[in-house]
């Protein structure tokens, strides 16, 4: 199996390899389960332990950035603000769940404030939080995610991930809130508008 | 008239971790529940060792007049027991087929839930109630 002649290019010459598009929603629902618990085991407060898969997930996202700039986009980065918040809506939304995002808004009050909402991220389908544990979201990992992204694109944001009740639906749809650095802001506004 | 009553389940030492009964039941408290429950893990090893035939795990329907008693052992030894109307077909099939995945689904990869414990999850209760609730329809208890 070895005398195929890529193999004996180096591992940085070969073509980076499409990967397949999906894993196992068993295995993932359970690894996850236990990064909860391990993060769990470590925190006194709710608080931080969303902090915790937070952390986890910056790190995922920032990979992330790099791959599917590298795939989708010709290796180009997006540097205008509307234009990264539609990558992470449709191009990561699309590799991470396999469609885009349901909605993407803008705050009414704040014009730093972006929400992506979504019903059903399947990193909530099996979890079922207690009730003393009141307002834990697990997107929390998902927003880190986002996270990775806008930090590793050069847009500093504070994200966070929220359920919210929908009138005529029995489950609350999740959003993911991106508040973004001033400076961000500033520059979108030096540059020329759209 | 087939019909579902209530389904428990048992932890691998015997201990109740689940309870649910699906119609108003007679005299139903607790610690009857949680009796039943533990007698019927002593009785259930008890059989699968004096059965005189081979490989026998255990019992899994008890039929009395009012009831008929279905019981589903995991492989890791945790019991569901389903209590339904006499001679109430495929029961097996849907404690095997459907329930344990609910049980799979919503207890074990919750990351909330701890093995052993009581069961306390709101979306395994509430996938339950519907699959019981089309599992009725089906027999057309509901319209």
């Known amino acids: 199996m070895f005398s195929s002649p890529l193999y004996r290019l180096n591992i940085v010459d070969r073509p980076l390899a499409k990967g397949k598009g999906e894993v196992s929603l068993s295995a993932f629902s359970f690894l996850f389960s236990e990064l909860v618990q391990y993060c769990q085991t470590r925190v006194s407060n709710i608080g931080e332990l969303e902090r915790r898969l937070e952390d986890i997930g910056v790190g995922v996202g920032l990979r992330l950035l790099e791959i599917l700039c590298f795939r989708e986009k010709n290796s180009k980065r997006d540097i205008r603000l509307l234009d990264v918040l539609k990558f992470v809506h449709t191009s990561l939304w699309k590799y991470l769940f396999g469609r885009q995002a349901k909605d993407l808004e803008q705050s009414n009050t704040a014009e730093d404030e972006y929400m992506i909402s979504d019903y059903d991220l399947f990193v909530n389908k099996y979890i079922s939080v207690p009730k003393d544990m009141g307002a834990l979201n697990c997107a929390a990992f998902v927003a880190g995610i986002v996270k990775g992204v806008l930090d590793g694109a050069g847009f500093r944001a504070r994200v966070t991930a929220h359920f919210v009740p929908v009138k005529g639906q029995p489950k609350p749809k999740t959003t993911i809130l991106m508040k973004f650095d001033s400076v961000v802001l500033a520059r979108e506004h030096r540059l020329p508008s759209l | ?143």
């Open chain 2, 1 to 143: 008239m087939p019909a579902i009553y209530a389904l428990y389940v048992i932890n691998k030492s015997g201990g109740l971790i689940y309870n649910k009964e699906f119609v108003v039941m007679a005299s139903n408290n607790l610690n009857d529940t949680l009796r039943l429950a533990s007698i019927w893990h002593s009785l259930h090893a008890i059989a699968a060792q004096l059965s005189p035939a081979p490989g026998c795990t255990g019992i899994e329907l008890l039929q009395a007049d009012t009831f008929d008693l279905h019981c589903f052992q995991t492989l890791t030894g945790t019991k569901m027991l389903m209590v339904v109307e006499p001679n109430t077909p495929d029961v097996d099939i849907l404690l095997r087929d459907t329930i344990y995945d609910l049980y799979c689904d919503y207890v074990l990869k919750n990351p909330f839930y701890e093995v052993e414990m009581p069961i306390r999850c709101e979306l395994f209760d509430s996938n339950l109630f519907q699959t019981i609730n089309n599992v009725h329809r089906r027999w057309g208890l509901l319209h």
